[in-house]
């Protein structure tokens, strides 16, 4: 059975314009109320801003076979045992049989600092990851196969997040993947490398400019790391583990 790809595309720009347009309604109603946060958090603290992507992801899983599953997207449902740590909270979660199947995580990084923020992002999917296979393979969800575990990155494009960017190391050398890279390819490079080494089954890095608002443009910056690579992982996995546990 071909795999049900739910005319990703589309839904992804129709997401582009709902991540910009809810930000910018947040931040609106946060300066009507008197009660605006400081900078750029006025259009985060609304949350919301990622259902777009929520919605493509239920429409691939619900397409390619476990409509009937336990589709998780309340946040009193999207908690996980860790290792580590007792719990760790994800986006979208789906339980079919009891069986763990997809664990996402949806993330957003806009300017205009980008330096400290790719860092905490970066040790936060890294952590996220390792904390969940290391409590999989000390039988925290019994036995049961490997679950499909996806990252989305959503980050602006704008002029500091191509610009390439210096850093300093004074006692080694940092690998040449990154000298002069830009924040938008620094997470190019991360989710290639969280994929490569096993942390994520699949990881995704848009670039959509504010200006997308209207146009729900975006960027992908490598077939690895695209969209599509991304719902075709999803879709085969929901269809394989549908057929299996039928």
């Known amino acids: 059975m071909a795999l049900e790809l739910v005319n990703y595309e589309q839904k992804a720009q129709e997401a582009v314009k709902t991540f910009w347009g809810n930000r910018d ?10 009660k605006a946060d400081q900078g750029e958090r006025a259009s985060v603290t609304a949350g919301k801003n990622m ?4 919605a493509l992801m239920l429409d691939i899983i619900k397409a390619n076979g476990l409509a ?3 589709i998780h997207q309340n946040r ?6 860790g290792y580590f740590r007792p719990t760790k909270l994800w986006d979208l979660l789906v339980i079919y049989k009891g069986e ?6 949806l993330k957003s990084h806009v300017g205009p600092s980008f330096g400290n923020n790719f860092n905490n992002r970066t040790e936060e999917a890294i952590g996220t990851a390792h904390d969940l296979w290391t409590a999989f393979r000390e039988g925290a969800f019994g036995q049961q196969a490997r679950p499909f575990v996806g990252w989305l990155m959503m980050v602006e494009d704008a002029p500091e997040s191509r610009r390439p960017v210096r850093d300093s190391s004074p006692h080694f050398p940092v690998f040449n993947a990154f000298k002069g ?11 290639q490398r969280l994929v490569r080494e096993q942390l994520y089954t699949a990881a995704v890095v848009l670039a959509a400019a ?4 209207d146009s729900g443009n975006y960027e992908e910056l490598s077939p690895t790391t695209g969209l599509k690579t991304f719902v ?5 996995q929901i269809a394989a583990r549908a057929a299996y546990l039928e």
Request: aromatic share 6%; proline share 2%.
């Open 76 to 81: 009193a449902m999207l908690t996980l045992p």
């Open 51 to 54: 259902n777009g992507f929520v």
């Open 100 to 105: 763990l199947i997809v664990a996402i995580e």
């Open 210 to 213: 504010r200006t997308a608002v």
């Open 232 to 236: 075709t992982s999803l879709a085969g």
């Open 25 to 34: 309604i947040a931040r609106h109603r946060q300066i009507e109320s008197g």
């Open 181 to 191: 890279a830009s924040y938008l390819k620094r997470y190019d490079l991360l989710c």
């Open 68 to 70: 009937h599953a336990e």
